[in-house]
């Protein structure tokens, strides 16, 4: 282990550049961790390269969530001196990782490639999660960082199937007083209310509700794992106050006339009297064949009620 304490330091301080803002702060979902083994023949220089191409190209094929390596070197020397894959699930559990990818890493040749084995692990249990796979960088990939990026890039797809999935995004609802506002969040316009929830990162974010002729609206809501809902009423401008309050007053006139004022009071509309005539002509009609049939299907004697159409057995 002492002979490889120098390069377990190079990578330490390597994977704590590449990870980034601490998950905490961010409030973001677990990274995948990537927690390296050197082995044969590795040097700092080739290790530092190798580490920080995994990473990369890896970050290109995980969704929604960051990829980071180990942050110490204590962490690297348990990782090394695990046995058994519950101690690399501990290991990954105690880096915060959503699941890890193990590198081993060798170069037998000082001349030749860079050989590496990489297997995805799940978090505490560490269960491998599909097969190992083989890859390797070839002498002229591990001389520039963007050269081994591209040549990691193409092989990582094997892992694909293995990675963790996207994380659940909470979702934030944004309700308004009024149709058509535009909604925008954290400066970034995502559509006009109504509203489908806005699936957003966990954390504070900052909702903009503007609409002509209405003061603009502004809140910060804290968006946790469970989702969030922000309601945001919207104040008129003192014209569109006044013209809402006259829009408010012809509606509530039409109702007591029964309409608008052009068509005048409800008692004066043809169709109403019309209707009323109607119902008591069928009214008297029906009224007068029960009365000629003696009120219980007898004879039609002594008053002849003509037949009416569609009625049998009066």
Request: proline fraction near 9%.
């Amino acid at each position: 282990m002492q002979r490889f304490a120098p390069l377990l330091l190079a990578l330490a301080a390597l994977a704590s550049l590449a990870a980034g803002p601490s998950r905490a702060a961010a409030q973001e979902p677990p990274p995948l961790v990537v927690l390296p083994v050197p082995g044969e023949g590795l040097d700092e220089a080739t290790a530092q390269i190798a580490l920080g191409a995994l990473i990369a190209a890896l970050d290109a094929r995980v969704e929604g969530r960051a990829v980071a390596g180990v942050t110490d070197a204590d962490a690297v020397a348990a990782l090394v001196a695990c046995e058994d894959d519950g101690c690399i699930g501990q290991r990954i559990a105690a880096a915060g990782g959503a699941a890890g990818v193990v590198a081993r890493m060798r170069r037998p040749d000082a001349a030749g490639p860079l050989l590496l084995t990489l297997r995805v692990h799940d978090t505490v249990t560490g269960s491998p999660r599909g097969d190992a796979l083989e890859a390797s960088l070839p002498p002229e990939a591990l001389a520039d960082a963007d050269a081994a990026r591209a040549a990691l890039g193409e092989p990582l797809g094997a892992l694909a199937a293995a990675l963790p999935p996207p994380p659940a995004r909470p979702a934030l609802l944004v309700a308004t007083t009024q149709d058509g506002a535009e909604i925008r969040v954290d400066g970034e316009v995502v559509g006009e209310s109504p509203l489908a929830p806005v699936e957003l990162a966990p954390g504070r974010h900052t909702v903009t509700v503007t609409l002509d002729g209405f003061e603009p609206g502004n809140r910060s809501v804290e968006v946790g794992a469970e989702g969030a809902r922000v309601d945001v009423e919207l104040e008129p401008l003192p014209e569109t106050a006044e013209r809402m309050a006259d829009e408010d007053a012809a509606e509530a006139a039409g109702f007591v006339d029964g309409g608008s004022g052009d068509e005048g009071p409800l008692y004066t509309r043809w169709w109403l009297w019309a209707a009323v005539g109607g119902a008591v002509l069928l009214t008297t009609i029906i009224a007068v064949a029960v009365a000629a049939s003696g009120g219980g299907g007898g004879s039609q004697d002594g008053f002849p009620v003509p037949p009416i159409p569609g009625v049998e057995g009066m």
